[in-house]
């Protein structure tokens, strides 16, 4: 496979710029990345970063919301602020004719917002509706009670999104303070792909980025992400959300899981595949609701990051095989550690990991995306290069190693939410462990 070998230079005060020229179309995508997201939040402000995306493109200090969104209609672009744990990011798509004036009004949404003060009370109310819509789906309730079982104190265990009470205590100094800590130099990368050469991107990002303060980052050197390993208990645990009035119950199963820069991280990946990463055609998906029939959906996720993300299997079912469903998993993990997986599986597994690599580089948002994430992790720019041999690498034995490290049913954290309740006595005698 052709790698992608895009331009990559570091400005003076910190900045990253990736470019990557493909004239495949004419068009270009553009991502600024920032390494700051709700871990950032203060302790009781939970869903900072969310708001703060949200209110980012609503006005600057020379544009007003109206006047963004007139721009962009007119050019027929497209611009979009989303935030995570760790990264928030500002994502445009225009034609290529279009690609100086789309990058600095990107640029201009991400240095000089203008927060005001009715921008942020319309989009405080659209956050709080959202959180409230997320409080009345079983899935969202069973992932966030999952988070707190496994997480506890830790900042993981704290919503993205904020709760309603902490996004209602949110004041404009909050994003504000928010903002300047957390969009310094050092913390951006801007990634540029499409119908541009990877010179002229570089220079247009470095007008518009290179006048930025430097922090007291040494030159060049990025700002680091430090993330506190994670105590959790050895017991295992099952929490419930009673939602009485819902059809379907949601169950999530798992464990701690590992950082991204973890030696095992390839080897747990091609095993999270076998398991069920895609549902049908992984072991999850082939007993419990093909053969079974019990699930409506069921996979796994590996969420591998700066701390130790999580390791975990979704499940939606009715009420009535919440027990069945669990004991099935157990009963999965506890022969995969037992026995491992069969060769076939694994280079099934390895196979279609490969295969989809292409296909994760089909358009310039997509290979914008790659490239942010590989810088994000150090990985390389030759990533996409080496990333089919690191898959290919991975033997059974190693695969097997990774399910004996990673599951263990006996240590596992449960959370269900739906038309169901943890009641001991229901199980006694039933043979289900919960």
Known sequence: MAGLNPKRVTLDNGVTVIAKANHTNPTVSMLIGVRTGAYADPPDREG????????????????????????????????????????????????????AAVLALAGDVTRHPRFADEEIATR???????????????????????????????????????????VEAIRRQDLVR?????????????????DVEEDTAIAAVAKLFGDMPSTSQPTGERSIVSVPDVATSAARQLVSVPMMNKAQADVVYGCLGIRRLDPDYMAISVMNNALGQYAIGGKLGDSIRER??????????????????????????????VEKTIASIDAELTAVIENGFTEQEIEESK?????????????????????????????????????????????????????RRLLDPSKATIAVAGPWAADTRATEGSGVRL
Do not use: W
Not at 64 to 71: R, Y
Not at 128 to 153: C, V, W
Not at 355 to 367: D, F, H, K, M, V
């Open 292 to 321: 079974q029939g019990m699930a409506y959906y069921v996979y796994s996720s590996l969420d591998a990051t700066f701390g130790q993300g999580p390791f975990l299997i979704r499940a939606g079912v009715s009420a009535a095989n």
């Open 124 to 166: 405080k109310e659209t956050l709080i509706t959202s959180i409230r819509q997320e409080e009345d789906n079983p899935a969202s309730m069973a992932g966030d009670a999952f988070m707190k079982a496994l997480y506890g104190d830790h900042p993981y265990g704290r919503q993205v999104r904020g709760t309603v009470a902490s």
């Open 48 to 99: 900072t970063a969310a708001l703060c995306a949200r209110v980012l493109d609503r006005g600057t200090v020379t544009r007003s919301a109206d006047a963004i969104a007139d721009d962009l209609d007119g050019r027929g672009a497209s611009l979009s602020v989303i935030a995570g744990r760790h990264q928030m990011a500002v994502a445009a798509t225009c034609l290529a004719d279009d690609f």
């Open 178 to 194: 928010f903002h300047q800590k957390g969009f310094a130099p050092s913390a951006i990368t801007v990634v540029v792909v499409g």
């Open 351 to 403: 196979s279609y990991l490969i295969g989809s690599i292409p296909r994760q580089l089909e358009t310039n948002a997509a290979i914008a995306s790659f490239l942010l994430s590989s810088d994000t992790f150090d990985l390389g720019l030759d990533y996409d290069v080496r990333l089919p041999a690191l898959i290919g690498a991975v033997t059974k034995d190693a695969a097997d190693r990774a399910a």
